[in-house]
């Protein structure tokens, strides 16, 4: 019996360490599973930020992100005096014309006045001269609320972010207080964005000299082993000489680009009505010919320009209550870009300009410098008398002294 009873509590003991071990196994098989289910997930995991990532960077359409230019001039409008490189874009009139019709209520006129804001007052460029897809603009007193609207309307409007928003201060000191009666703060902006694409893909053409002075230029166009067809979408409007010549080249959209060689004029404005005047005199061939050629550069800008010559300078309001006003800052941007297939612009415009009483805002007055230290003309008269009785003209002041 005793050994039956020894026999039974081992037999009972190994049955209890191989279920132990069976349960050991099962929890490290479970174990495993839950291993690799966890490494499942967290792939999955990554691979759904990844997809985020990416679909987030896909849905902004981002102007390439060119490097500042060196030596190209912006301008504000075309009547502005060019004398070399030189890019305009209608970004800045169309905030400069909100500000001057909506809440100044009449021209802008510094003391003394800026002849960059004469031209401005002019308006030569309004936006009913341009179709509402091509822009997007938005003024209003200056708030994070307005910053927030113009944010949402050009990713809206355009799939694009502002390089230019953060320039300007949005702190609590730099926005509009509604809690001084006697100051009111507003802010302007626009931008412009296009992408177009010409008609028929031009050829990219052998790199070569651009004028006397520059070497190894990429070009794009029409040469003799182009198909026939490419030439079809561009219009001649003249054809002087290989120097003296303007065509269109069409688009996919209603966007034309316009060469004009040897432009003649010392504004945009000139060089325009006078390439439009050859135009109109002409009367030679404007189809392009299946023996004509034709090559362009390939063109990267990026330029951006502080508009300091008219910052800080007081000005008249037709508001009877805020009837002084200054701009705070004003910045335009232009970036542009052309190749064989087409081209990029992107153009923003952004002004802070606040309004006040003449109490509140002044204008400085500004220190007279009455130094006789270069050539002078000296009179003596007698009181009441028309004519003096001596006069003398000092140029070389050391032979007198």
Do not use: H
Request: charged share 30%.
């Amino acid at each position: 019996m005793k050994k039956f009873l020894v026999t039974l509590i081992i037999i009972l003991l190994i049955a209890g360490i191989l279920a132990i071990g069976n349960y050991t196994l099962d929890l490290r098989s479970e174990n495993a599973e839950l291993l690799a289910r966890e490494k499942e997930l967290e792939t999955e995991l990554l691979a759904s930020q990844t997809e985020l990532a990416n679909a987030k960077k896909e849905a902004v359409q981002e102007v390439p992100n060119l490097e500042k230019t060196n030596g190209m001039e912006v301008v504000p409008t075309m009547l502005d005096i060019i004398t070399g490189d030189s890019s305009w874009c209608g970004t800045f009139q169309l905030i400069w014309n909100d500000m001057k019709n909506e809440v100044v209520k009449k021209d802008i006129v510094f003391t003394p006045q800026e002849q960059m804001a004469s031209n401005l007052n002019k308006e030569e460029f309004k936006e009913s001269m341009l179709s509402g897809e091509y822009y997007f603009k938005k003024y209003g007193l200056k708030t994070l609320e307005l910053k927030e609207e113009i944010e949402k309307g050009i990713m809206q409007k355009f799939n694009q972010t502002s390089d230019i928003l953060e320039d300007f201060d949005w702190s609590d000191e730099g926005l509009n207080d509604p809690n001084n009666p006697d100051v009111q703060r507003y802010f302007f902006y626009a931008m412009l964005y296009r992408k177009f694409e010409f008609l028929q893909e031009f050829n990219k053409l052998d790199k070569g000299k651009f004028g006397n002075n520059y070497n190894n230029i990429e070009y794009f166009g029409i040469d003799r082993n182009t198909k026939k067809s490419v030439g079809e979408q561009i219009d001649v409007l003249y054809y002087n000489s290989n120097e003296d010549f303007a065509i269109v080249v069409n688009t996919k959209t209603n966007d034309e680009v316009i060469f004009c060689k040897s432009p003649e004029g010392t504004t945009f404005k000139e060089i325009y009505d006078n390439m439009n005047n050859k135009a109109g005199k002409y009367d030679g061939s404007k189809s392009f010919k299946n023996i004509d050629e034709f090559k362009a550069p390939n063109l990267n800008f990026n330029e951006k320009r502080e508009y300091t010559e008219l910052q800080d300078k007081t000005f008249k309001t037709a508001d009877p209550i805020y009837d002084t006003a200054e701009i705070i800052k004003a910045i335009q941007t232009i970036k542009f870009s052309l190749d064989e297939k087409g081209g990029e612009i992107k153009s923003e415009a952004g002004m802070d300009m606040v309004m006040g009483t003449s109490a509140v805002n002044p204008a400085p007055e500004e220190p007279r410098y009455f130094y006789v230290d270069n050539t002078f003309a000296i009179f003596l008269k007698e009181k009441g008398q028309t004519m003096p009785y001596f006069a003398a003209r000092i140029e070389n002041v050391t032979k007198f002294q």
